[in-house]
């Protein structure tokens, strides 16, 4: 079992409403497909997701530290959903 950790940021559009969503993982394509299946937070059901942003960390604690402050940085997840078309 690895000790790394990734923190990411989902993007969502539909019709003029766009959205994120910030999560850690610790494997970025199962997470991203789970998300689309269905299987993620239930904020996440019935949306398409793609995949924004994305940063490893070397342990879990350190991604789950940067997920709380990515979270709150609105601004950095504002930007992000502008890329959304």
Do not use: I
């Not at 923190?7 to 494997?27: E, F, I, K, N, Q």
């Amino acid at each position: 079992m690895s000790d790394f950790g990734f923190v990411y940021v989902l993007g969502s559009v539909r019709g003029a409403d766009r959205r994120t969503y910030v999560g850690w993982c610790v494997d970025l394509d199962q997470r991203l497909s789970a998300h689309n299946a269905g299987r993620g937070a239930r904020s996440t059901r019935g949306r398409a997701w793609v995949l924004l942003y994305a940063e490893r960390y070397p342990s879990r604690r350190e991604a789950m530290s940067r997920e709380v402050s990515l979270k709150r940085d609105r601004a950095f997840r504002a930007a992000l959903a502008r890329l959304l078309e």
